[in-house]
């Protein structure tokens, strides 16, 4: 046990030193062969220096783009490597005209040549009226992603990152069972800014459940990442960032503030800031957001188990009220060391205080259908998170040809306790006690503790080749401390068969190269990933423990056509791996009811897929691509009839099998009204043996999604969307099929100061999840309805410096550990 610090500091030195070997043998080939380089200034007509230009080099003969840089805080600018030639160097600022240099030379013995200055006068053309409409869609298909911009939405704002990601194409949310599967498949890796979550499926969807979506920038769906990625999520990688603010190009504060209100069967309310201040060489930002809201949710369950005289039905009614209130909040800095470093530092958290009320009923009939008992469980349930992680981040750009290292140390900890406070009736068909009430008390603390570092380099050469590599180390460390028992007049009493404490530790160590060549009209990307896990679970009660390590290669292809500026073609491939998460791992029993409980399986094993895609893009906009993908020892949650008892766990299965036809198009229908539209048309086919029975189930499932925007007059702007998924299957499960329609209003005012939202989700109230499992004797089905029809009003106020430019993003290293987290 005392071998894992040891190996994760060993480790971190080979990945440190084998980055550092590599950067001294670039620098000393950069040195070996110096060219010319190129400064210069840019300045204003008072002389003041411009900060942070963007300037290109070009061929004087004829305009040719040659290189592009940015200038530093001071106005200057640099253009390294530059070949013997004639050329010009062009200049431009937001709020001032572009400029051109006049034509110099550039001699083969010159280590320098100096450009005089540029001074760029003000843009003093007065706009009339004139509407700028370049706002971002709803949902934007790019070449390598689709991404869901939800601070342009209007329909989203005033909900939940949860509620958001339930319109993003291809996404079916699980609000039952807290799953979320990505175009037909589960195993999506969730990820938040760019890191791992590290907690479990479940609680992903608590996490997601109580981030406001005003906190939410951009939703990003990458169904087949590159080799630079960590190789978790065989459905693909669902990255959610958060908003960063931005920051004053001339330096100056700016931020906004935002206020909400809703209601649907019970109250919501949030309130929410954003800060960002620039001056000189730094750039700080911060911003918070709280989140009120009770929720209502419900289930119709009807079970059926024995057979002939014996046969009994339980029909389960429970609802569940929760009061949740939630503080996110994040604050950084990041530092200019010189014209090419940037340092930064960057702190997150997550606070969640969660209390229901859930009451259950069990009817349970005869094989006459006749009442025999009712029993009625009370939970009073809490269970607060918090979430916190820091990171440290340092970008050394070293020329203009794209050369760069990129360092992240990262910490992070996860904390939820959890607490049930039980209490069971039971009364026959005359509703007369027929034994005492039980009452019985379920505590489950659970701490996760994240460290990892990871660095990454990519060095373009000549040709367009460019090589990338990197490393990352991560350690994790689970504690959960399951403690069940009863509560009698004598006192408190444990539970031996339900009290478990379970100690989880992984280390992971990575490391990738990938290289990458473009053509005329061809490129290629090809890479492996290097991933050795270790892992030990030890569940103290029941001394047990279940020792692992593995080492597994992770390739990836990807191939690029362009056949013209409108028409490309694109092909790939890659090997993705996800593990079990640590709550999946822990052998404890929770009590969901007297008649259902749930366990984890220490002796899960990770499942493997093998990812191929073909696809093509239309003018950028309409794509249309064909997967296919195959799963083995698919982790997947199941049921087990038990007596009377349903007992619910996660198995191994053998394979998946996953086909998906993916279609996403644009269409402007008027100059005030577009449509983004997507379809993905899917095939499920289990080949598994569970039970000693056969699982061969498979169907053709899909999911649609459309986003209308219309432009109306005099500030107004509209939104219409709404998704369907149809019929489908999971493990043992069939699932119908259910769908949403939301509208919203948008006014802008103030001088486009201020934003006024109102808008209604699932305007039809027709949301709810229905199922069936008839396998094995286990004989279930259930309707679930939760609080979808809601009505919002979010009102956004921007103050400060409006010259604004979007602060650098950063990816940490822990948030594909921190997915798994449950």
């Known amino acids: 046990m005392k071998r894992q610090p040891l190996l994760f500091c060993q480790l971190t030195y080979c990945v440190l030193l084998m980055l550092g070997g590599s950067l001294m043998s670039s620098l000393s080939l950069a040195q070996s062969s110096v060219r010319t380089a190129v400064t210069g200034k ?108 939800v601070e342009n939405s ?65 939703i990003e769906l990458i169904t087949n990442p590159s080799s630079k990625y960590d190789a978790a999520g065989n459905a693909g990688i669902i990255n959610i960032r958060l908003k960063r603010g931005s920051r004053a190009v001339g330096g100056g504060t700016a931020g906004s503030a935002t206020f909400g209100a809703g209601y649907g069967r019970y109250p919501k309310a949030s309130a929410g800031a954003t800060l960002n201040h620039k001056a000189g060489n730094w750039n700080l930002f911060g911003n918070y957001n709280y989140d009120y809201r009770q929720r209502y949710s419900s289930v119709d369950a009807l079970r059926r188990f024995g057979a002939g005289d014996s046969l009994t039905t339980v029909n389960n009614l429970g609802t569940q009220i929760s009061t949740e209130r939630v503080h996110t909040f994040k604050a950084g800095a990041d530092y200019t060391l010189s014209r090419n470093t940037t340092v930064g530092v960057m702190i997150n958290g997550l606070l969640t205080d969660r209390a229901s009320g859930i009451d259950n009923t ?18 009073t349930s ?58 019985q008390l379920n505590q489950t603390p659970s701490a996760i503790l994240i460290q990892a570092v990871k660095a990454d380099y990519v060095h373009p050469m000549r040709g367009g080749l460019k090589l990338e590599t990197g490393g990352k180390i991560s350690y994790v460390t689970s504690d959960n401390d399951v403690r069940f028992g009863t509560v009698t007049e004598s006192g408190y009493v444990a539970d031996p068969q339900r009290t478990n404490h379970f100690l989880y530790k992984e280390t992971i160590g990575a490391g990738y190269l990938s290289g990458s060549q473009s053509w005329a009209k061809w490129s290629v990307q090809a890479g492996v990933r290097l991933e050795y896990t270790r892992s030990v679970g030890n569940s103290v009660t029941l001394q ?139 095939l499920n086919a289990y080949d598994a043996e569970y039970l ?62 201020a934003t006024l939202r109102l808008n209604v989700s699932d305007i039809l109230d027709i949301t709810r999840n229905r199922g069936t499992i008839l396998y094995a004797g286990t004989n279930l089905t259930f309707t679930n309805r939760w609080e979808t029809r809601v009505a919002r009003l979010t009102f956004t106020y921007n103050f400060g410096n409006r010259n604004l430019k979007v602060a650098r993003q950063r990816q940490s290293s822990v948030e594909d550990e921190q997915s798994r987290v449950r």
Do not use: C
């Open 42 to 149: 840019v300045h204003d007509p008072s002389g003041k220096p411009l900060e942070f230009a963007t300037l290109m080099l070009v061929k004087a003969s004829d305009s040719t783009l040659v290189k592009g840089t940015i200038g530093d805080a001071e106005g200057g600018y640099t253009f390294d490597n530059v070949k013997p030639g004639t050329y010009q160097v062009t200049a431009q600022v937001v709020g001032f005209q572009k400029t051109l240099s006049r034509p110099f030379t550039v001699a083969a013995d010159q280590p320098q040549t100096d450009v005089p200055t540029l001074v760029l006068n003000n843009a003093t053309k007065t706009l009339g009226e004139v509407t700028v409409t370049g706002q971002k869609p709803f949902i934007e298909q790019l070449p390598d992603k689709t991404v869901v911009n």
């Open 154 to 218: 209007i329909v989203s704002a005033g909900g939940t990152a949860l509620e958001v990601l339930e319109k993003a194409p291809g996404v079916v949310v699980d609000n039952q069972n807290d799953r979320i599967s990505f175009k037909g498949r589960e195993g999506v890796l969730v990820m938040i800014d760019g890191k791992p979550t590290y907690l479990s499926a479940q609680e992903v969807v608590n996490l997601l459940r109580n981030t406001p979506s005003n906190s939410v920038q951009t």
């Open 362 to 379: 069990n009817l349970i009939y005869n094989a006459q259908h006749k009442l025999q008992q009712t029993v009625t469980m009370t939970n």
């Open 382 to 439: 809490t269970r607060p998170m918090q979430r916190l992680s820091a990171n440290a981040n340092l970008k050394h750009t070293f020329d203009t040809l794209g050369r760069e290292l990129t360092i992240d140390l990262d910490y992070g900890q996860v904390h939820v306790n959890g607490q049930d406070n039980m209490r069971t009736r039971y009364v026959n068909a005359q509703n007369e006690e027929i034994r005492p009430p039980l009452l």
């Open 544 to 682: 047990k423990v279940v020792d692992r390590s593995y080492l597994n290669a992770f390739p990836s292809a990807f191939l690029t056509y362009k056949a013209s500026p409108d028409h490309q073609w694109t092909s790939s491939y890659s090997r993705r791996i996800d593990r079990p998460s640590y709550q999946d791992l822990n052998p404890f029993i929770y009590v969901m009811d007297p008649y259902t409980f749930a366990q984890g399986n220490p002796f899960l094993r990770p499942q493997y897929t093998n990812a191929f895609q073909v696809g093509y893009t239309y003018k950028n906009e309409t794509n249309v691509s064909l997967g296919y993908n195959h799963t083995t020892d698919v982790i997947t949650g199941v049921n087990e009839q038990q007596g009377q008892v349903l007992k619910s766990t996660t198995v191994n299965l053998a394979v998946l099998n996953n086909i998906v036809l993916s279609l996403s198009t644009p269409l402007k229908l008027t100059a005030w009204w577009t449509v983004r539209q997507t379809a993905d048309i899917f």
């Open 692 to 753: 000693g029975e056969r699982l061969d189930y498979r169907r053709v499932s899909a999911n649609f999604t459309m986003n209308h925007r219309f432009t109306l007059a005099k500030g107004f702007t509209a939104e219409l969307s709404g998704w369907y998924n149809t019929a489908s299957i999971y493990g043992q499960g069939r699932f119908g099929g259910m769908g949403q329609v939301n509208v919203g209003l948008q006014k802008t005012m103030l001088a486009k100061a």
